[in-house]
């Protein structure tokens, strides 16, 4: 079990640019969820599949931010034109819906810095 | 809407020492409770969970409770040594939703 995966881990892009991150889940995992954390916050909720659905989206994810699990497994996190204030940590998390207490395991992070 | 709060938001002490962090939430209706390890510039470890119908996990030197009632959580770091150097962070999930977290405790354990 090889834990959840990110790519990539940074990414310097400038402002208006559209820019796409990717996460891998633990195999056999059905739920993967998208947080972003800013510096010295905690992280704050973006999204959450189970499975291929999308069951959740939060108010912070605007029109410019889209997400997509498109079989079930790994998943994709867009944002369009991006403005300096989308500068933060991108963390991708999965759990198993089948194991004790739904417990999440996280990667290691995409840091994004709009310019 | 559940809210978390995590005391102190710092805190430095000497190899050896034991130590308690806190960790408080506005709802008691969880479905459980995460606590997770944080390096600079990292993504998150998973250190304990607790389920609802626990009051207490132990791993290691570590020793999380959960005390529902009053809206609760403790991390006890047993004989704090300088690799514990990290932010601890709690999270609660209210009912296998996704989980809301505390800003985290800052912690530098001094040898």
């Given at each position: ?11 310097i ?49 605007s ?27 991108y ?25 | ?27 008691s ?52 040594q ?30």
């Amino acid at each position: 079990d090889t834990g959840v995966s990110q790519d990539p881990r940074h990414k310097i892009t400038k402002r208006g640019q559209n820019v796409t991150f990717r996460c891998d889940p633990i195999s056999e995992h059905n739920r993967l969820y998208w947080y972003r954390q800013t510096l010295g916050q905690g992280p704050e909720f973006l999204t959450y599949f189970q499975n291929e659905a999308q069951l959740e989206k939060s108010r912070l994810l605007s029109d410019r931010f889209s997400a997509e699990r498109p079989k079930g497994s790994f998943s994709t996190l867009e944002i369009q034109r991006t403005e300096q204030g989308d500068s933060a940590m991108y963390l991708c998390a999965s759990s198993s819906t089948m194991g004790p207490g739904n417990e999440q395991f996280f990667g290691p992070g995409t840091r994004l810095t709009v310019l | 809407k559940q809210e978390v709060t995590q005391i102190p938001a710092a805190l430095s002490v000497p190899e050896g020492e034991n130590l308690v962090l806190n960790c408080s939430f506005t709802d008691s209706a969880i479905y459980n409770l995460q606590w997770f390890r944080q390096d600079p510039g990292k993504g998150l470890t998973s250190l304990l969970l607790i389920q609802s119908s626990q009051r207490e996990q132990t791993s290691g030197r570590l020793n999380a409770s959960l005390d529902k009632s009053s809206g609760r959580s403790t991390l006890y770091i047993a004989a704090s040594q300088p690799g514990d150097s990290a932010t601890y962070l709690c999270a609660v999930d209210s009912g296998n939703t996704p989980l809301v977290f505390g800003k985290g405790t800052r912690l530098s354990v001094i040898a």
